[in-house]
């Protein structure tokens, strides 16, 4: 060092013993302060992000509360279920009434190829000894898949009729039918 004081470091050790004593505090205070801000900050940083975390799941359970005192009344939902279940009147398959057509229908639609867009609940009408059960069918096919669904629908052992056929598309038919089928009612032979 030029210019400047020069530390003489046998002084240093050879000095009386409380200035020896400041010396070593005042390092020990300098190692103690720089270790503390350095564990200090980053804990203050994972400090704050637990807090915004903390802040925003205060937020959200508050939002949630609110939600769950704007729902109606758990008994009130239940007696409006129950009425809506008694306005309902659900078509109950039965043995006889073509449930098992459906099935049939669906392994048609499979052999075939075509693919059931949608299926609408029958129509169930009486003609005399006749109980008629239509179905509204919408179905993707190209044109040898529908034809090899209308070959396997007449080779049927129920007897089987199509109407309301409308065909929309390109490549790939959307059929829109209605296959209905005939059914003997029981006790007329």
Not at 3 to 10: E, K, M, T, Y
Request: charged residues 15%; contains cysteine.
């Amino acid at each position: 060092m030029t210019g400047g004081a020069q530390i003489d470091w046998r002084d240093v050790v050879f000095a009386p013993l409380w200035m020896r004593h400041i010396i070593m505090i005042s390092v020990c205070m300098l190692v103690g302060g720089l270790g503390w801000y350095l564990l200090m900050i980053p804990l203050t940083e994972v400090n704050q992000q637990f807090q915004m975390q903390l802040e925003k799941a205060e937020q959200q359970g508050m939002l949630y509360q609110q939600q769950l005192l704007s729902l109606p009344d758990k008994e009130q939902l239940k007696t409006q279920i129950e009425q809506v279940k008694g306005k309902l009147q659900p078509y109950q398959y039965q043995s006889d009434n073509g449930a098992g057509f459906i099935r049939t229908i669906a392994e048609y639609l499979s052999t075939s190829g075509c693919q059931l867009i949608d299926i609408g609940s029958p129509l169930v009408s009486q003609q005399g000894v006749l109980t008629l059960y239509d179905w509204q069918l919408k179905v993707s096919a190209d044109y040898f898949q529908f034809i090899e669904l209308i070959q396997l629908l007449n080779s049927g052992t129920g007897l089987t009729t199509i109407s309301r056929l409308t065909l929309d598309g390109g490549p790939r038919l959307t059929i829109n039918m209605t296959v209905r089928l005939y059914r003997l009612n029981q006790g007329t032979l």
